[in-house]
């Protein structure tokens, strides 16, 4: 596609429940990176991904949070018993490499309720 | 680990004026890019310059330029000839050059508005 699509756009979820989330990269582009962005706060490194192997977790905040990208396109953010302090606008980004900016998309706004 | 330092959390200006957005970062690294975004109400993070920490010229980008002091650490925003639709988030951001696919370390953002 022209642009990094995520989905769903906005997601309400009730405390104790499981949650996935979507991103659609940019065609060709090898590089994914999920992100997460707390009310009032710059986006924080959740998980990078080189093709299909996630080459940097060092940002999920706890064994909760999981992400895959069997087929080096697609990638699904998981999180399990979600809390009320998931929420927060989860980024998803790609990039052909290199030292430049990437390439996000719009996010997707997580509530726990 | 590097950090990012956005001094303003909320900055305005008048139409067709100019206005600065502070930032500063702390890292040990000495090769790295540097990164102003936007983040408009519907959530995109869009890019507005970037500057390689190995050049000494300052980036421009038409009405964006920075003012980048390497030995200070410090990396500010100059919008010029301010306009409506400048008004956003603006975060600044790191990356490191060392590493292949390094995440970027964002500041907290600052909130811009533009005056009519």
């Known amino acids: 596609g022209a642009g990094v699509s995520q989905t769903p756009s906005n997601k309400v979820t009730e405390k104790g429940k499981y949650v996935e989330l979507r991103c659609d990269p940019i065609s060709g582009h090898t590089a994914l990176y999920w992100y997460r962005q707390s009310l009032g706060q710059g986006p924080e490194f959740l998980i990078y991904?080189?093709?299909?192997?996630?080459?940097?977790d060092s940002g999920l905040p706890n064994d909760r949070f999981f992400a895959v990208r069997p087929e080096g396109s697609v990638s699904t953010l998981k999180i399990q018993r979600t809390e009320r302090g998931d929420s927060a606008v989860y980024l998803c980004?790609?990039?052909?490499?290199?030292?430049?900016?990437?390439?996000f998309g719009s996010g997707t706004r997580l509530t726990v309720v | 680990a590097q950090t990012v330092t956005q001094s303003q959390p909320e900055m305005s200006v008048q139409e067709a004026e100019t206005v600065t957005l502070s930032c500063t970062y702390d890292t040990s690294e000495s090769d790295y890019y540097l990164f102003w975004y936007k983040q408009p109400p519907s959530r995109q993070m869009i890019l507005v310059i970037r500057q390689e920490a190995y050049k000494q010229q300052n980036a421009t980008e038409n009405r964006f330029s920075v003012n980048f002091q390497k030995a200070a650490k410090s990396f500010s925003l100059k919008i010029s000839d301010s306009q409506l639709g400048d008004a956003a988030m603006y975060f600044c951001a790191y990356r490191s050059a060392f590493r292949y696919g390094q995440n970027f370390v964002f500041g907290p953002g600052t909130r811009l508005s533009v005056l009519p």
């Open positions: 980004a790609s990039s052909s490499g290199g030292g430049y900016g990437y390439t």
């Open positions: 991904f080189q093709g299909t192997g996630a080459a940097d």
